[in-house]
């Protein structure tokens, strides 16, 4: 069984910093991209980052491209997301997320396990 658990969330202030980790289990993920979400309140849930799990093959989206930096430890088959000069706007609920890699890995109905989500609030 796959689970992803997400971890590190919490309250900073704006220009602060927070590092997300979210450890896998229940398979290899060899040919799989791990993918973060984040989710806003009365928002759809949207991409902000991803890496492929062989290469490691890095992408954002535009709002957190040179504040967010994706990574990941295959041996110890966690993902990173370290978020620095964080703003208001970035509070969410952030989701850690595995797919197939493919080249739709920007949609989340990409993605076929979640993590359960961990709340990020950034005070201004």
């Known amino acids: 069984q796959v689970q992803l658990v997400e971890s590190g969330g919490g309250l900073v202030q704006a220009g602060g910093s927070l590092r997300l980790s979210c450890a896998a289990s229940g398979r290899t993920f060899s040919g799989y991209v791990m993918g973060w979400f984040r989710q806003a309140p009365g928002k759809e849930r949207r991409f902000v980052s991803a890496?492929?799990?062989?290469?490691?093959?890095?992408y954002y989206a535009d709002s957190v491209k040179g504040r967010f930096t994706v990574s990941r430890d295959i041996a110890k088959n966690t993902v990173y997301l370290q978020m620095n000069s964080l703003k208001p706007e970035d509070t969410a609920v952030y989701y850690c997320?595995?797919?197939?890699?493919?080249?739709?890995?920007?949609?989340?109905?990409?993605?076929?396990?979640w993590g359960q989500g961990i709340q990020v609030t950034v005070s201004s």
């Open positions: 890496i492929s799990w062989n290469a490691g093959n890095t």
């Open positions: 997320a595995a797919a197939v890699y493919s080249a739709s890995f920007y949609y989340s109905r990409s993605y076929d396990y």
